[in-house]
């Protein structure tokens, strides 16, 4: 059992910056790969960027290469996803997502994960 709690969203102007945390208590040992994903209102969830258990497989979205980095602390059990140059249309609410079953490749869809977090809204003004 996997529960996972999201912080760090809020209200940020565009260009300006914004790091989320998601930080994981598990029931069970084992390795995992965590992923964030967002929603904004009226779309589908979809895929920001995933890091396996070690760190050394990241996946980004086109939309946010080069802007968002994820990065992972295993001794504090936590994701972070870095987001710069924010710009309005990164709306959403952001969830993050542990996958139990592939802890070394960093999925990209949300099927592949087991466990989500509550989701933290991030607005970006213009």
């Known amino acids: 059992q996997v529960q996972l709690v999201e912080s760090g969203g809020g209200l940020v102007q565009a260009g300006g910056s914004l790091r989320l945390s998601c930080a994981a208590s598990?029931?069970?040992?084992?390795?995992?790969?965590m992923g964030w994903f967002r929603q904004a209102p009226g779309k589908e969830r979809e895929f920001v960027g995933g890091?396996?258990?070690?760190?050394?497989?990241?996946r980004y979205s086109n939309s946010v290469k080069g802007l968002f980095t994820i990065s992972r602390d295993n001794a504090k059990n936590t994701v972070y996803l870095q987001m710069n140059t924010l710009k309005p249309e990164d709306t959403a609410v952001y969830y993050c997502?542990?996958?139990?079953?592939?802890?070394?490749?960093?999925?990209?869809?949300?099927?592949?994960?087991?466990?989500w977090g509550q989701g933290t809204q991030v607005t970006v003004s213009s």
């Open positions: 997502a542990a996958d139990i079953n592939q802890p070394y490749v960093a999925p990209v869809t949300v099927h592949d994960y087991d466990y």
């Open positions: 598990l029931r069970t040992s084992g390795p995992y790969a």
């Open positions: 890091i396996n258990w070690s760190g050394s497989t990241l």
